[in-house]
């Protein structure tokens, strides 16, 4: 059972790293098996098709960056704005740092059938949202955040606004690749400004989340 996991682990990382650099119609089986170490049949023993092992890649990315939002989430020594703002550039640094396979997540997220493995990837991403919850109704509870319209619950919204705000910066590296890390602190202010009650110092309230 541990050597199979460990060969699963091992095609999964491989497939990782070909698809990074390569389009998914350009990758072939044979390389992935090759970088590996084992037999293209192997790969077919742990994956009934290309597109299988392809959206399993995609969900093992999508768990890495979890794991990655995780260790964030649970510094008990960092308050909610910095928790916050260490989740906006951990999402756009490992976007950055994955393109390609982000991409392929996009593009997967717009074919209209209803397949498993793409509902899967769906819920991974709404399951990223949502652990920022707690921290996004902290700053509502202490009165940080604006309230707009008072039928639609904000609180639930924030999460995946900023992820996907978080997103659209990370793309702009094709266009700023050596002003990026610029490029994250100006748009997010402008997050900030928009977010953030008119009477909140964004300047207060980071030195104070230092503190």
């Known amino acids: 059972m541990h050597q199979e996991k460990e060969t699963f682990n091992k095609i999964i990382q491989a497939g990782k790293e070909i698809l990074n650099k390569k389009d ?3 990758t072939v089986v044979e390389e992935i098996a090759q970088l590996a170490g084992v037999a293209k049949g192997t790969i ?19 768990s890495e960056l979890e794991e990655e939002i995780n260790k964030i989430l649970e510094d008990v020594k960092l308050q909610a704005l910095k928790k916050l703002k260490k989740v906006y550039d951990t ?16 593009k997967e997220l717009a074919k209209e059938e209803a397949i498993p493995k793409i509902e899967e990837i769906k819920e991974k991403l709404q399951k990223l949202a949502q652990k920022l919850l707690p921290v996004i109704e902290e700053m509502f509870k202490k009165g940080l955040i604006k309230r707009f319209d008072p039928s639609v619950e904000l ?16 793309s702009m590296v094709y266009f700023y690749k050596d002003k990026i890390d610029k490029l994250k602190e100006i748009f997010w202010q402008i997050l900030l400004h928009g977010i953030l009650n ?3 110092s964004i300047n207060m309230l980071i030195f104070s989340e230092e503190k």
């Open 91 to 106: 999402y756009i640094d490992f976007q950055i740092k994955n393109m390609n396979l982000f991409i392929a997540i996009r």
């Open 155 to 170: 609180v639930e919204v924030v999460p995946s606004m900023l992820l996907a705000y978080a997103s659209a910066v990370s």
């Open 44 to 62: 077919f023993f742990y994956f009934k098709t290309k597109e299988g092992l392809f959206r399993e890649i995609l969900l093992s990315l999508l």
């Open 24 to 26: 998914y119609h350009e």
């Open 198 to 200: 008119e009477d909140v």
